[in-house]
């Protein structure tokens, strides 16, 4: 049997497949990409959709339906943490039950950095950051450098 640190790299691989995918297609936000996985099989996914909405979190969660109790979520690009012009991923992850989260990269938007990990640990949710950090970082390049460069 696998460790643990090899099935949540398999897992990010499929998330990260997800954000590639729509590379190029949700300005202004990032591709991300979301599998929301439960005892050992994917029940749910997700990916930015055109244009930036709806966030891959939420369309996975959709897609899980009430399987996300008890899942791991594994997110290419940390949950965001702020209201937008949609709620709080992170707080949608939160409502829908999952135990464990897997964060690819911190997102360096002022308005998240940081909050959207800790926001779930606060919860006392599980959650290891920089699993297919360096892919995850290739898919956004572009968003990273536009975001670090906002005025703060």
Known sequence: MSDQSEIDAEFMAKALALAWAQKGKTFP??????ILVKDGKIVGSGA????????AETIAIQDAGHNTVGATAYVTLEPCSHHGQTPPCANALLESG???C????????PRVNWRGAATLQEAKIDVIIGVGLEEAFQINSDFFARITQ???
């Open 29 to 34: 936000n990032p591709a991300v990409g979301c």
């Open 48 to 55: 930015t959709a055109d244009g930036g909405r709806p966030h």
């Open 98 to 100: 999952i135990e464990r």
């Open 102 to 109: 897997v964060i690819a990269s911190v997102d360096p938007d």
């Open 150 to 152: 906002l005025p703060q």
